[in-house]
């Protein structure tokens, strides 16, 4: 059975940084493409990236913040996002995507709440 | 990047069928996928590409395109329905991945 475990809530300061991991198990994570995804409190989701082995491909709107990381053996994936605002304040999520097609993203992790405050 | 438009709300008696529509130039080159997401829960893929339901999906959820818009049709719709929507597709560029502005559907 595919599961996405996500590790725990978070709160951080302006301007710090957030590292999320996120650990699969069901499935072998270096055979599919893995996307991030955010969604702040009453907004749509809000695509991240995604990377596939040595591949990644950022939004433009986090290129310079943000960075893709995974751990095939762990079958763990990172996502680390630098320079934190308040309107980075959200839940993030790591999510499978299953190929049918690019961009489907069948199993999501269960979400990490990111909060940025004073 | 281009956009996906939804209309934000809509409602349908319980049994009754529901279109939920998304709008964007994207789709007429892409297929967009559908979620369902239900407070403090993860979104749900309920239908991609042509019309493909995930394992689990039940079959009155249904996926179609016609040029620039893509559509969800709930037929027979159930009260565990009750939940906002979300189209995503990839953008015109092909490289960036994008989610729609989401539906509110209420069962009555």
């Known amino acids: 059975q595919v599961h996405l475990v996500q590790s725990g809530a978070e709160v951080k300061q302006p301007g710090a940084s957030v590292k999320i991991s996120c650990k699969a198990s069901?499935?072998?994570?270096?055979?599919?493409?893995m996307h991030w995804v955010r969604q702040a409190p009453g907004q749509r989701p809000e695509w991240m990236g995604w990377?596939?082995?040595?591949?990644?491909r950022y939004s433009q709107k986090f290129q310079d913040r943000v960075t893709f990381t995974r751990d095939t053996s762990a079958g763990t994936a990172h996502m680390e996002l630098t320079r934190l605002r308040y309107e980075d304040t959200a839940v993030y999520y790591c999510?499978?995507?299953?190929?049918?097609?690019?961009?489907?993203?069948?199993?999501w992790g269960q979400g990490t709440v990111v909060t940025v405050s004073t | 990047s281009s956009e996906l438009t939804q209309d934000p709300a809509v409602s349908v008696a319980l049994g009754q069928t529901v279109r939920i529509t998304c709008h964007g130039d994207?789709?007429?080159?892409?297929?967009a996928s559908w979620y369902q997401q239900k407070p403090g829960q993860a979104p749900l893929l309920v239908i991609s590409?042509?019309?493909i339901r995930p394992s689990g999906i039940p079959d009155r959820f249904s996926g179609s395109r016609s040029g620039n818009t893509a559509s969800l049709t709930i037929t027979g719709a159930q009260a565990e329905d009750e939940a906002d929507y979300y189209c995503?597709?990839?953008?015109?560029?092909?490289?960036?991945?994008?989610f729609g502005g989401g539906t509110t559907v209420t069962v009555l």
């Open positions: 999510a499978r995507d299953n190929g049918l097609p690019r961009g489907a993203l069948d199993y």
């Open positions: 069901g499935f072998t994570l270096s055979f599919y493409t």
């Open positions: 990377i596939n082995g040595d591949k990644r």
């Open positions: 994207s789709l007429r080159n892409y297929y």
């Open positions: 590409g042509e019309n």
């Open positions: 995503s597709s990839r953008d015109s560029s092909g490289s960036q991945v994008e």
